[in-house]
């Protein structure tokens, strides 16, 4: 028999036995659907931190720390040796931070171009002149290759010192009617020093920041100076302390001569711990593969409920036809056929489940997306994606579990004596 | 040889005749007298404990699988007494299975179908499920189906078993007819004598053995040597020993 009448066959017999077929199918069409969301899922949340990392880290610029610990969260069992560069006074675990002389030497390697020390300040408060409202928030460092999304106003190349953006949270707190009634109008942060002295300067706002669905908070909310300005209130607020010397970590970018690798290597050669985006893309992208495991983990449990669903199915299947079979067999059907027949059937099985099972994933998926992106916060962003290749490689990965789980009862048709088959009545 | 140890029976003792051309067999027994085992052996479905079956000279015994599938495939057509017909299916689909297994083209196949459904009178139910026809109109599917391969021999066990005596008549006229018309050999199966009679031949079994061979007409059943079975389209020797 030709295999396309074997199919045909198969395919018939199915339809003789819709319930059957159905209700084997959709055991199969679990796990289908539940490989179907984790493989989109997983799509989605790797094209997400591949936004987010986008959105929030320059893909040019490496990420300098000192201390080894730096970059892994391995806070160390053991007492660290002390060091000058220890920054004692930060509290929380001891590490080495960058000294000025340490800027100076990464600032002097070939083809590199800035370098921004990322400073950690508080301000005491944020106010406007003549205002009793103050409000508290980190002193940002503003990075021209890093845009923040904005409100209101046009973000320049550089803050000049005296300028300053304002992240619209602070708005309705420093009592602005609008974003557009906030620019040009003059805001106050003062700082303080341990030992309580403060010093308090007068900036103009450029332009109202917002928060993007993208943006990480790495920092509290605060107002962006200058890198210049924020070094100048980092010497007020830790002068006369070692802390004054000492910067956690630095943005390092070189010019287009060398790649974020190039430069990373250039930094650890160096004697510095470094991370490019794409490092730091790969890190969330492991905790995303791992989550996505465990899912598909639980998608192979059901199918593997499915597969003894699809032996016994197809069993019983076997055993009511054993007159039908015996028939084709005294037709001189060979044993091949017989047993391809059994095995195309459960096959087709797969398919059907399969496609069920994705088709109502990519429905559900669909519908359901913009309510997730909204429920986690993801923006405009999908957390299902559904890619075509991956659901046909699914799909045919399902008809290949159904074939094997086929296996058996065609063995048994195929094996079936014509006469006693016959004789069943 | 059937059943195991102490429990085991021979069906068929001492077998030996010798059919003439296009002849059409009837054996006749009771229940138990081993006639559709020698059926079985000679449609290739069951195999002797001793003895041969001879084909093409060559030995059903000693044929391969595959070589045995295609003999039944090509040359051999079955009847059974309770039709056998698949109910979900359509009548062409049915008729069609024979075709399907010995790999003939769809085209050739569906013009194939449609003359063996004339032969039979079931050309207006082509499409009807087999579920829905009359005992009558599936047993002359059956018939459609037995003859679709334009077999050499057909079988037929018990084919009017399941019928009215009516319907029968007609059912046995049919096949006499296709027979005549397609010049095959009839091997049938019955218990019932009138039926019997109708047959070049009639061979009585009792027991596994012959007790009476009754002929008509110019065809002679030779008993003297081995069992042998011929046919002028088949052209070769089948032969039982049991």
Known sequence: MKVTDTIKRSGRNLRAAKLRTLLTALAISVGGFTLTVTLAASAGAHMYTNNLVKANFDPKAVFVAKDKNYFSNSNGDTPQAYTSDLATGRGGTLQKELTSQDITKIKALPHVTQVLPTYNLSAQFVTRPDSTAKYTGSINVY?????????????????????????????????????????????????????????????????????????????????????????????????????????????????????ADQLKAEITKAGFQARTAQDLE???????????????????????????????????SVLERTREIGLMKALGMSRRTVSRLFMIEATWIGFIGAALGAGIAIIAGTLLNPWISKKINFGNQHLLIFKPAQIIALIIFLMLITTIAGLLPARKAAKLDPIEALRTE | MYGKKDNAFSALKSVSFKVPDKASLAIIGKSGSGKSTLMHIIGGLDHPTEGEVIVNGQSLEKLKRKAMDKFRANDLGFVFQSFFVEGNQTTYQNVALPLEIAEVSVRKRKQIVREALEQVELSDKINSKAKNLSGGQKQRLAIARAIVNTPKLIMADEPTGNLDSATGDK????????????????????????????????????????????????????????????????ADKVKVQG
């Open chain 2, 171 to 234: 059912i046995v006229d049919l096949l006499f007819d296709l027979q005549k018309k397609t010049g095959s050999m009839l091997v049938m199966v019955t218990h019932d004598s009138d039926l019997a009679a109708r047959c070049d031949i009639q061979i009585s079994l009792k027991d596994g053995e012959i007790v009476s061979v009754k002929e008509k007409g110019s065809k002679k059943a030779d008993l003297s040597t081995s069992v042998e079975m011929t046919s002028g389209r088949l």
């Open chain 1, 282 to 316: 790969q890190f969330i992208g492991q905790i995303v593969n791992v989550l996505g495991v465990i899912i598909a983990v639980f998608g192979l449990i059901t199918l593997v409920a499915s597969f003894f669903g699809v032996v016994n199915t197809q069993y019983i």
């Open chain 1, 143 to 259: 990075d021209s290759a890093q845009k923040p999304s904005i409100k209101a106003g046009q973000l320049p190349d550089d803050l000049t010192n005296g300028e300053v953006l304002l992240p619209d949270a602070y708005l309705k707190p420093l009592k602005f009617s609008s974003a557009q009634a906030a620019l040009g109008q003059s805001v106050v942060i003062q700082v303080r020093q341990l030992s309580g002295k403060t010093l308090a300067k007068t900036y103009g706002v450029v332009a109202v920041t917002t928060k993007s669905s993208l943006s990480l908070d790495f920092n509290a909310v605060g107002p962006y100076v200058s890198a210049d300005e924020a070094g100048q209130l980092n010497s007020f607020i830790n002068g006369g302390t070692v802390l004054a010397n000492l910067v956690p970590t630095a943005i390092v970018r070189a010019d287009s001569t060398l790649s």
